[in-house]
């Protein structure tokens, strides 16, 4: 006999968080909320994720802290309104749908991630969960455009077109950029009684010790308090981005990538101020974000393989020592070092000097990009597949409109133009921090005397350069001659 309506046990919506690490302006959880359900809310640690780590002795991970963070702030709002969150370890093609069922859930509901193996996890969870009679519905929300709408034949290529139809495009669906209410949440919580709290680093395997990076707040709060006090500084953005030493940037990459902040939030800002120089760059950095998303999502071999496929035939170095001194700030380059030894101790690294160490690292090393790619991987706390793939193969000029395979930065010009009185670099390399601004970007040309009153060691104190920069650009241009018919290879569908 069947229960009567008045018995019959409340709908109930489960909302799988991922990338998306908030309760406002939120696709998924609004949909939720549409369907009437009461609303449950889960996230997993992955360990098809976490488990690579650990075995790399990657027990202080500052993103999981980040992540953790987050779900205390999530979890304590929860609490508010009488529920919790649900946080599971595990995989999720076997812990979603262990949740689903014993909730009684009738549907699954997600936000889009548009990585290759996210999508082989979507896969496999919606068929366990159809094998067990859930739904599960995704939406787009970690891209205000999403990578399929786009398309001028087949993907875009080049990031202008791409970002003149991208803003034609907002300019024709403003509804793109209107926050998701959610604000039915406190009513439809569904009922936390007896759900444990998220679990500890420790509990997960990871260093308790591995504080979040506090300089970027944490969870939705600390996203919008940077938000907030980015846009004064906008109108300057244009300039003043380039500049390590100066608070030029947002500084919300690390809460774009893991959704503690909407992108609507952002764009939106940017856009109600798009004819303004600095909100027009800054627009303009969020375009690029979405053109490496689609970029990826059509072209999923990137990973792995050169988007021009002729220049996967280069022929790199193979120099253990010279990556060794790249990963430690040990070049011999100041402004390089002064780069690489910011992400080591932050996790962050200023967005030219993303550039200018990827250059330094293929041009002038000649070692291979995807060293390079794997080694930010592993130490950005904004890492993010397509941004990361995207921006190396940039540098090393086998990407999809990538800097020409000419164009090798020089290490000191770039130190001198962007960092002129040294403030990157003496916080940084602070063995160096005696000598004039002009002899700090080239501490080997300024002298035996000069370095000998500044106490400066070359070769003891500080390295000597590891490559002529001179020499290490005459045998890049040489290097990449030989593929110059290759670089104007269009690439595979």
Same mark, same amino acid.
């Given at each position: 006999?069947?229960?009567?309506?008045?018995?019959?046990?409340?709908? *109930?919506?489960?909302?799988?968080?991922?990338?998306?690490?908030?309760?406002?302006?939120?696709?998924?959880?609004?949909?939720?909320?549409?369907?009437?359900?009461?609303?449950?809310?889960?996230?997993?640690?992955?360990? !098809?994720?976490?488990?690579?780590? &650990?075995?790399?002795?990657?027990?202080?991970?500052?993103?999981?802290?980040?992540?953790?963070?987050?779900?205390?702030?999530?979890?304590?709002?929860? +609490?508010?309104?009488?529920? #919790?969150?649900?946080?599971?370890?595990?995989?999720?093609?076997?812990?979603?749908?262990?949740?689903?069922?014993?909730?009684?859930?009738? #549907?699954?509901?997600?936000?889009?991630?548009?990585?290759? =193996?996210?999508?082989?996890?979507?896969?496999?969870?919606?068929? +366990?969960?159809?094998?067990?009679?859930?739904? *599960?519905?995704?939406?787009?929300?970690?891209?205000?455009?999403?990578? =399929?709408?786009?398309?001028?034949?087949?993907?875009?290529?080049?990031?202008?077109?791409?970002?003149?139809?991208?803003?034609?495009?907002?300019?024709?669906?403003?509804?793109?950029?209107?926050?998701?209410?959610?604000?039915?949440?406190?009513?439809?919580?569904?009922?936390?009684?007896?759900? $444990?709290?998220?679990?500890? &680093?420790?509990?997960?395997?990871?260093?308790?010790?591995?504080?979040?990076?506090?300089?970027?707040?944490?969870?939705?709060?600390?996203?919008?308090?940077?938000?907030?006090?980015?846009?004064?500084?906008?109108?300057?953005?244009?300039?003043?981005?380039?500049?390590?030493?100066?608070?030029?940037?947002?500084?919300?990459?690390?809460?774009?990538?893991? %959704?503690?902040?909407?992108?609507?939030?952002?764009?939106?800002?940017?856009?109600?101020?798009?004819?303004? $120089? %600095?909100?027009?760059?800054? &627009?303009?950095?969020?375009?690029?974000?979405?053109?490496?998303?689609?970029?990826?999502?059509?072209?999923?071999?990137?990973?792995?393989?050169?988007?021009?496929?002729?220049?996967?035939?280069?022929?790199?170095?193979?120099?253990?020592?010279?990556?060794?001194?790249?990963?430690?700030?040990?070049? @011999?380059?100041? &402004?390089?070092?002064?780069?690489?030894?910011?992400?080591?101790?932050?996790?962050?690294?200023?967005?030219?000097?993303?550039?200018?160490?990827?250059?330094?690292?293929?041009?002038?090393?000649?070692?291979?990009?995807?060293?390079?790619?794997?080694?930010?991987?592993?130490?950005?706390? !904004?890492?993010?597949?397509?941004?990361?793939? %995207?921006?190396?193969?940039?540098?090393?000029?086998?990407?999809?409109?990538?800097?020409?395979?000419?164009?090798?930065?020089?290490?000191?010009?770039?130190?001198?133009?962007?960092?002129?009185? @040294?403030?990157?670099?003496?916080?940084?390399?602070?063995?160096?921090?005696?000598?004039?601004?002009?002899?700090?970007?080239? $501490?080997?040309?300024?002298?035996?005397?000069?370095?000998?009153?500044?106490?400066?060691?070359?070769?003891?104190?500080?390295?000597?350069?590891?490559?002529?920069?001179? =020499?290490?650009?005459?045998?890049?241009?040489?290097?990449?001659?030989?593929?110059?018919?290759?670089?104007?290879?269009?690439?595979?569908?």
């Amino acid at each position: 006999m069947m229960p009567s309506a008045s018995n019959a046990a409340p709908r *109930l919506a489960l909302v799988w968080l991922r990338r998306d690490l908030r309760l406002h302006d939120h696709a998924a959880l609004r949909h939720a909320l549409r369907s009437g359900a009461r609303v449950a809310l889960v996230f997993v640690f992955d360990t !098809d994720i976490l488990q690579p780590l &650990l075995r790399a002795g990657a027990r202080a991970d500052r993103r999981v802290a980040f992540i953790r963070a987050a779900l205390d702030d999530i979890d304590a709002r929860l +609490r508010g309104f009488g529920g #919790a969150l649900h946080v599971v370890h595990g995989r999720p093609a076997e812990r979603i749908p262990e949740l689903a069922v014993r909730l009684g859930a009738e #549907a699954v509901y997600a936000n889009r991630d548009y990585e290759p =193996q996210a999508l082989r996890r979507d896969a496999e969870v919606q068929a +366990r969960l159809a094998a067990c009679r859930i739904a *599960l519905h995704t939406f787009d929300d970690h891209v205000v455009v999403a990578p =399929q709408a786009l398309r001028a034949g087949r993907a875009y290529a080049v990031y202008t077109p791409y970002r003149k139809a991208w803003e034609a495009h907002l300019q024709r669906h403003p509804e793109l950029l209107a926050p998701y209410d959610c604000d039915a949440l406190p009513q439809q919580c569904a009922d936390g009684a007896g759900v $444990p709290p998220p679990p500890s &680093l420790d509990e997960l395997g990871f260093d308790a010790r591995a504080l979040p990076p506090t300089a970027l707040g944490c969870g939705s709060a600390g996203a919008r308090a940077l938000l907030d006090a980015f846009v004064p500084r906008m109108a300057a953005y244009a300039q003043a981005r380039d500049f390590p030493g100066r608070r030029g940037t947002s500084y919300l990459s690390t809460h774009l990538r893991f %959704g503690t902040l909407s992108v609507r939030d952002a764009v939106a800002v940017a856009w109600a101020r798009r004819t303004e $120089p %600095g909100a027009a760059a800054w &627009l303009g950095e969020l375009a690029w974000r979405e053109f490496y998303a689609q970029i990826l999502f059509h072209h999923p071999w990137v990973v792995e393989r050169a988007f021009r496929p002729g220049y996967d035939a280069i022929v790199w170095d193979d120099a253990p020592d010279l990556f060794d001194a790249w990963c430690a700030g040990r070049t @011999g380059y100041p &402004l390089v070092d002064a780069a690489m030894r910011q992400l080591a101790a932050t996790g962050y690294m200023h967005n030219r000097m993303r550039m200018v160490t990827a250059s330094f690292l293929c041009k002038d090393l000649g070692l291979d990009w995807r060293l390079g790619e794997a080694h930010f991987a592993r130490a950005l706390n !904004d890492f993010d597949l397509a941004s990361n793939n %995207g921006g190396w193969q940039w540098a090393a000029s086998c990407g999809c409109d990538a800097q020409p395979w000419f164009r090798v930065f020089n290490p000191v010009a770039q130190s001198r133009r962007f960092d002129p009185d @040294g403030r990157y670099i003496r916080r940084y390399v602070p063995e160096l921090a005696a000598l004039a601004d002009a002899d700090l970007h080239a $501490p080997w040309q300024a002298g035996a005397e000069l370095l000998l009153r500044s106490g400066v060691r070359l070769g003891r104190d500080y390295p000597l350069p590891v490559v002529d920069h001179a =020499q290490a650009r005459a045998r890049t241009l040489r290097r990449y001659a030989a593929l110059k018919e290759a670089s104007a290879a269009t690439p595979a569908d």
